[in-house]
């Protein structure tokens, strides 16, 4: 008998009595935080965006405070983030942006935020669910698109192709769940180099399972 096709809600009601996830596995307090954040952890931990901000917050609480500091002490503090001086050009940018147009505050629209320097479709998606509860799309990390294409949801490899996809087939109010849920189980189970199916709750239904390719060889 062939594989029946794994459906999303599934995956979702399987991920979620398995895990209880923030909305954000960054460290923020304010929507401007969570921006920084956001930004900072391209090509990063969470874990090293984490231990980075925690100096970074306590230096820069609102938009004046990154603008003023010398570009060359930004840079410092967020050094071990990787690609520090495009950051902090972009983080300085974002920052003067907010001033001129929002009065220094993060904007609540998925137009606004992708006008932003440095802010794409998928930080907006982050920052728009984590700081104001708002669902406008999901948001493709590294683990969103490992699991939504080993689970065979999507077969596309571009992010906002897959974003599509899982957008098409889960309810808007889920969107920003999804996120978390898949990261929780992409870095607990479903790991890039070594994905554990032997003990993943998908692995007599995901089509990527290497439970499936020994029992076919037995
Ligand atoms: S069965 Fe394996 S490949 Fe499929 S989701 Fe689980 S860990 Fe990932």
């Given at each position: ?50 231990i ?13 405070d ?5 570009r060359?002490?930004l ?11 495009v ?35 998928k ?32 077969a ?23 996120n ?23 692995a ?15």
């Amino acid at each position: 008998m062939g594989l029946v096709p794994v459906s999303i809600d599934s995956v979702l009601r399987e991920l979620e009595c398995l895990y209880d996830p923030p909305r954000s596995f960054l460290d923020w307090q304010t929507p401007l935080d969570l921006a920084v954040a956001t930004l900072l952890s391209a090509q990063c931990t969470d874990v090293r965006t984490n231990i980075v901000t925690k100096e970074l917050f306590h230096r820069c609480r609102i938009a004046e405070d990154y603008v003023t500091m010398p570009r060359s002490e930004l840079e410092r503090i967020i050094h071990s983030c990787g690609t520090f001086r495009v950051k902090a050009k972009h983080i300085q940018e974002l920052c003067a942006f907010l001033l001129e147009c929002h009065g220094g505050q993060v904007p609540q629209t998925m137009q606004e935020l992708t006008a932003l320097p440095g802010i794409g479709r998928k930080t907006a998606a982050i920052i728009l669910y984590a700081a104001f509860g708002k669902n406008e799309g999901v948001a493709v990390d590294t683990h969103v698109m490992r699991l939504a294409r080993r689970l065979g949801l999507t077969a596309e490899t571009n992010p906002d192709r897959i974003a599509g996809d899982l957008e098409r087939q889960v309810p808007r109010a889920q969107w920003g769940r999804l996120n978390t849920l898949f990261i929780s189980h992409g870095r607990a189970v479903c790991t890039a180099r070594k994905p554990a199916c032997h003990r993943c709750i998908f692995a007599r239904t995901c089509p990527s399972s290497s439970i499936l390719d020994t029992q076919k060889s037995v």
